[in-house]
């Protein structure tokens, strides 16, 4: 559904054109009030965007099915804290975003890593409460928890036991671990054995881009089965890392092996926090009520404390290749 002006008075296109965005279509919390009581009313179910003429063509705008909430399980909203937000103005931005888009709630996912050293968990929970107070100011409805990208390695356990570190919600009982993007992590087995002894499951944030992964698709098969839950980009469903992340991202959907679909967002700009076309794709390859379990049910269990009781992985069927085709394969030749 694409954002529009068109059809507005001329005058009323130029006196809003930098600040907000028409939409015939209902919206059930967010309206302005009229400037002028002579014009429809439909060109004031209106969003404030706060940015010079942008509009978004990927919001959705209303929730696509009624009832069904959102929750976004990995953003990074928090302002100054790492890679995302830079301040305040740009997380309530990302905010009014995610609402337009459908989103309910939001888990605050900075990076916990050597690169950002000043991150832990106090700091963390207090970067939200002082969102949550900024988002009650500007009467934005959208619920936040608390949570974190964890940076891979050995010593997690430990350190998530010892409550040095964030999981979801801070309930102790699943964190997301961030896969690294080029390489495999050695001994991989026994961190996920590490994690779940002591009651933690791990949830591999977008595993699906991991190049080696991608080629080898039945190692991560192999560790959702061993009690590894998968968080799969939303904008890998829409290809917007290319064509073999985005096959990938749908055959992990198909094969029961994506548990979770969150934005990752980083921005109000390039990386948005929002996920209707995304639902929609997930809608659309394994059906309305498994895209209910992932968007809704799966991310309201996590934040409560339990772990979904997902299905079994269905096996892949063995694609056989000749000798030269697996190299040129690894190294993405064809």
Known sequence: ????????????RHHYRTTIAW??????????PKPDENLPLKWYRCASIQRHAVFFPDLCLCNPVKGLQVIDIHCHILPGLDDGAKDLEHSLEMARIAVLDGISGIVCTPHMSPHYPGNNRDVVLAAVDELRTGLAEEGIELALYPGCELAMDSDLPERIEAGELLTFN????????????????????TFLWKMQVRGITPILAHPERNRYLVHNPS???????????????????RGHYGERVRDFSLKLLEHKAA???????????????????????????????????????YPAEILDGRIPDVE???PLEKEKKSFIRRIMGRLELI
């Open 170 to 189: 801070d309930n102790g009982n699943a964190a997301l671990v961030e896969m690294p993007l080029e390489m495999i992590p050695t001994h991989m087995s």
């Open 1 to 12: 559904m694409e954002l529009s002006c068109r059809g507005a008075p001329s005058e009323t």
């Open 23 to 32: 939409t015939a279509s209902p919206l059930s919390t967010l309206y302005m």
């Open 312 to 314: 079994s992985v269905i």
């Open 259 to 297: 548990h979770l679909v969150a934005s990752d967002s980083h921005s109000a700009d390039r990386r948005r926090p929002v996920l209707s076309k995304a639902r929609e794709i997930v809608d659309a390859t394994v059906g309305a009520e498994e895209a209910r379990k992932i968007f809704d049910e």
């Open 219 to 237: 190692i991560l098969l192999g560790w959702v089965e061993a009690g590894a839950l998968v968080q799969v980009t939303g904008n890998s469903l």
